[in-house]
């Protein structure tokens, strides 16, 4: 499937990029995409050609000199079963070979690396797992499966890296994702290709495509000192989270230390996987689904957690089977809010009172 694009076509390709009339092939979809795409291309520019070759040689030859009186001609099925035939099968080869490509774009492979994009009047943020931040910019490394997870804060916006060939609606209150591989070390465009207000086309950004040690500098260069995951872990406790997600034999809420990717039952009767988008729905609007066993007592956290606090709450409920924190947030007391565990949720964007041994406010929570 790699080498899908011959080589006419590869020289196409370099010599309308080189007059910047294409954008460059920067990853591993890209030349299976423009094969696709110039195929298509080329039905069309051929249909167009005989569709004007025959308008041309019929009104020549039978134009109103040579025949001044019209005559009646009956359908021949042999012609028009070819005009039909012909078209059908290229419009087949085009939805399978389409197909083909649409199963590679939505199908993330397993070892993707995942980042997290939040997309806001007028900007992009990358959020990374180790905790780099970084506005209209993004970093990545060559030859690395990554995995973008979208969510917009606002209203919608639409995520788009022509190099990529890579485009996905950013959506207030909804995760939506794509993977991409880059093949090419090199700067490249990064766009908000929906009309988003007044700044829509300040939206802008640079995809920075660097080999696994430039990355590796970077990382170490940007970092906050604080993982993504970490600093979920500080939310978690100024939330009040562990008042009832605990690990105690008395906690009213359900352990969250494998819940991410297992199949949870619902007291509804159904049954969800617990996804990052679960993650996120069971956050800020609990009641919508209530895992079997439990009360409906957890509180809603919509308005008191920003989309980039959520994320940061997910990776951390993410990476709890992994990570030996987990023990530390869920049975360390000092952790607890006052009132040992026992103490009633927060309510109306009132925040817990914060627990001694955290000099740092998490990042995150939405003060009213
Ligand atoms: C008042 C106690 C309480 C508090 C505070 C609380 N939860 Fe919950 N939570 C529950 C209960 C009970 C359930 C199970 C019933 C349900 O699905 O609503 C639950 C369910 C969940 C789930 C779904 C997973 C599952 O196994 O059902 C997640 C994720 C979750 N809570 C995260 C959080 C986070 C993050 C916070 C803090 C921002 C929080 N909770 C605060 C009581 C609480
Ligand atoms: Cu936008």
Known sequence: MDHISPVIWQFLVKWMTTFALFPPEASKIAPQMDALYFFMVLVSL?????????????????????????????????????????????????????ALIYFRVYTP????????????????????????????????????????????????????????????????????????????????????????????????GEVVVQSPEDYRKWLAESTSGMSLAQNGERLFASLSCNACHNSRPDARGPSLASVYGSKLALSSGGSVIADDAYLRESILNPSQHITQGYAPIMPTYQGQVSEEGVIALVEYIKNLNSDYRIDQTLNTTDLLPEGEGKAAPPKGGQAAPKAASRQTEPQGVVKP
């Open 46 to 98: 051929i249909g167009l050609t005989i569709v004007i070759l025959l308008v041309t040689t019929f009104s020549i030859l039978y134009r109103k000199e040579r025949h001044p009186v019209a005559t009646q001609i009956e359908g021949s099925t042999l012609l028009e079963a070819t005009w039909t035939i012909i078209p059908l099968g290229l419009f087949l080869v085009m939805f399978v070979w389409g």
């Open 109 to 204: 492979p397993a070892n993707a690396m995942n980042i997290y994009v939040v997309g806001k009047q007028w900007m992009w943020k990358a959020e990374h797992p180790g905790g780099q931040h970084e506005i209209n910019s993004l970093h990545i490394p060559i030859g690395k499966p990554i995995q973008l997870t979208l969510i917009s804060q606002d209203v919608f916006h639409s995520f788009s890296i022509p190099a990529f060939r890579v485009k996905r609606e950013a959506i207030p209150g909804r995760y939506t994702s794509v993977w991409f591989e880059a093949t090419e070390i090199g700067t490249y465009h990064l766009f908000c290709t929906q009309y988003c207000g007044t700044n829509h086309s300040a939206m802008i």
